[in-house]
């Protein structure tokens, strides 16, 4: 699996980003490619480039090994990532490349997947049931 | 660490336009209006220029093909979130 990370900074921004703070916080720094996407031009293609804030939004695109976009996901600014859902959905779809099966909602590593077939139509509650969870405001 | 290879000056590329869409006709108008990250569709190649290693080097997303890849934009170095 390959990481790259994209802003509007300059690549020597990176470079003192890395150096300054990033390898203060993780042991190592951020150990892949920090691309430099000055001007937003790639970001504009990516649908995530704000020009009244001249910055690329957060957009994370999880791309297989065909370079077919499986998942997006752009959020706000204010608002981090969630590297365990990330990482749960590069799983399901390294799994279901793999084999074919597919993941139902809520589905995580390890638990059972579903082989699409015409006998499991209006058979899937007995392999699977969604867990029940407070309700939401 | 050797000495990277890469200057730092090699222009970065960009988005990289079908032919037909592009040379003569100025790129810059027509990247504003198409959008064109969709999931179940190729993902738009590009090469810019990237920090890796210690060093500069352009980086090109087609050349990492063969490889599930997680591409993350973000505002910016030295931001909070």
């Known amino acids: 699996m390959q990481v790259l990370s994209v802003s509007t900074d300059s690549r020597f921004s990176h470079k003192i980003w890395q150096e300054e703070e990033l390898n203060k916080m993780v042991d190592g720094g951020f150990p892949y490619p920090m691309l430099s996407d000055q001007g937003g031009r790639v970001g504009t293609v990516y649908g995530v480039y704000d020009p009244d804030a001249g910055v690329n939004i957060r957009g994370r695109f999880i791309i297989d090994p065909d370079g077919v976009i499986q998942a997006m996901e752009v959020l706000t600014p204010s608002v981090g990532r969630n590297v365990g859902e990330l990482i749960r959905q590069l799983k399901a779809f390294q799994h279901t490349r793999k084999t074919g099966e597919v993941m139902p909602s809520e589905w995580q590593p390890g638990k059972p997947t579903l082989k699409p077939s015409p006998a499991m139509v209006g058979k899937v509650w007995e392999v699977w049931k969604p867990e029940t969870r407070p309700r939401e405001e | ?81």
């Open chain 2, 1 to 81: 660490m050797s000495e990277p290879k890469d200057g730092c000056v090699t222009p970065a590329k960009g988005p990289i336009v079908p032919a037909e869409a592009g040379e003569r006709e100025a790129p810059q108008k027509e990247d504003k209006k198409i959008m064109t990250a969709q999931v179940g569709k190729p993902a738009p190649d590009f090469e810019i220029s990237a920090y890796y290693e210690g060093g500069f080097k352009n980086v090109k997303l087609s050349d990492y093909k063969g490889k599930w890849i997680v591409l993350c934009f973000y505002p910016g170095d030295f931001t909070f979130v």
